[in-house]
Each structure stands twice: as C-alpha cells, then as structure tokens.
C-alpha cells in the first residue's frame, strides 16, 4: 500500500459546483497535512495546512480523520481558476516523512 | 522578493554528460530540498540540507550529489546523466525544519528545472 495515495481523477465539474477529494495515508504516525496546488507545467503551492479541528479558507475547506486515516478538501463554488492538480502532503515526523501524494487533477468546466 | 529560484529552466544532455542545477532562495531559510517529480508518482526527495554546509541523503539520492557552501544556495548534480535521470527537479526550502509537527513547515519550491537524458 502507498503512504499516501489519491484519486488521479480528472474530476470534470461545472463553474458553480461542490467538489471534494479525499486522501489516504497509511502512517498512523503522521502528524501534520497539507493540500498544495501544482498548475500544469508551474511548482506545487502551499493551498492550505490540515488542521485537526477541521479548517476553512474561503470556498477551501479541509478535513482530517484520524481514526480513518485520511484527509480531506471540498472546494465550494468551483472556478475556472481552480483547473489545477491537489496535492495531499503527509509529514510523518522527520526530513525523510514529507510525503506527496500523487495528486488529483480538477478541471471546471463552463 | 524572489522567492526560490532554479537556473536552468530547461536542459537536455546526452548520457555520460555531467551537469549541476542550482538553487537560490532569498527567504534565509535554514532547510533546503531538492525533489524530482515523475509521471504518476509524488514528488520524491533526492537530497536536503539543514543548514549551510550540511547535506543528507534522501529517498532517491543514487546518482546525484549536492552541496550547501553557502546558505542560500544548494547545488544538485549529475556526474554521469543517465536516461532514468529525466525528470522535472524541484528545489524547495523551508523556515522550519521538516520535524516540525505544528503544521508550520511550509515548503517553498522553485519553479522547476526540466531535464531531458538522451
């Protein structure tokens, strides 16, 4: 099983909708989340931190389940600006622990 | 404010070839990183640094070296470029340290160095 996995999708959604992604990680160790945002061809960016209690920013909300071991994004309101690939990030503790997930790409469509 | 930046964008070699990707961030991170990135897998960590004048092996570190002489900058290189070695490279740094488990350890990645091994 990998450490991190997700969905590769594309997830095709139409301007206005909901969408969510989940992420699974294996590493019941891990301690901190991340969803960063990679657009085609550009460098991945921090989205936003995973916070035990649940967090939102905006039309961003993240989830995390510990007991289920995973997390979670749900977009409100899809943009065309949000076309991008999500990528889940894991740090289990340590240099080595940062793991990516593989992403999951969203396409909003008009 | 430049952020993180990767010289050069874009590099094809022939195998055999040696060459040496640099990174240069301007944030006075302490942690620097760098990544390769595949088709249909995660970003995988080559080498990272703690601080100037440190380096360390990462989860897919053969054929690669690096050094860290000053702290602004982390050199990763090819000494003999091989097919499986085309990739996207990704330097990143960090304020804190990876171990940080508060949720402060936010990488920073440059744009990306696409290489092509022929």
């Known amino acids: 099983r990998k450490e991190v996995e997700q969905d590769p999708g594309p997830f095709n959604v139409p301007e206005g909708a909901t969408v969510a992604f989940n992420c699974t990680y294996s590493?019941?160790?891990?301690?901190?989340f991340f969803w960063y945002r990679q657009d085609c061809r550009k460098e991945p960016k921090l989205l936003m931190s995973?916070?035990?209690s649940g967090n939102e920013d905006g039309r961003f909300t993240a989830q995390l389940n510990r007991a289920s071991q995973y997390i979670s994004l749900l977009i409100r309101d899809s943009k065309l600006s949000d076309s991008a690939t999500y990528l889940c990030?894991?740090?289990?503790?340590?240099?080595?622990?940062?793991?990516f997930g593989t992403g999951t790409k969203l396409q909003v469509i008009p | 404010n430049a952020g993180v930046t990767q010289t050069p964008k874009f590099r094809v070699l022939k195998t055999g070839q040696s060459m040496t990707l640099l990174c240069a961030q301007d944030?006075?991170?302490?942690?620097m990183y760098w990544y390769r990135q595949d088709p249909g897998m995660g970003l995988r960590l080559i080498h990272y640094?703690?601080?100037?004048?440190?380096?360390a092996k990462g989860e897919v570190p053969d054929g690669y070296n690096v050094s860290r002489l000053k702290k602004q900058n982390f050199l990763l290189g090819l000494e003999s470029a091989a097919p499986s070695q085309t990739s996207v490279y990704f330097c990143?740094?960090?304020?804190?340290?990876?171990?940080?488990?508060?949720?402060?350890?936010?990488?920073?990645f440059g744009a990306g160095s696409r290489l092509t091994v022929l």
């Open positions: 990030v894991v740090n289990s503790g340590g240099y080595q622990k940062v793991t």
């Open positions: 990143a740094s960090s304020y804190h340290s990876a171990g940080d488990l508060s949720g402060a350890n936010v990488l920073t």
């Open positions: 590493n019941s160790a891990s301690q901190s």
């Open positions: 995973v916070y035990s």
């Open positions: 944030m006075n991170h302490e942690y």
């Open positions: 640094s703690v601080g100037e004048g440190t380096t």
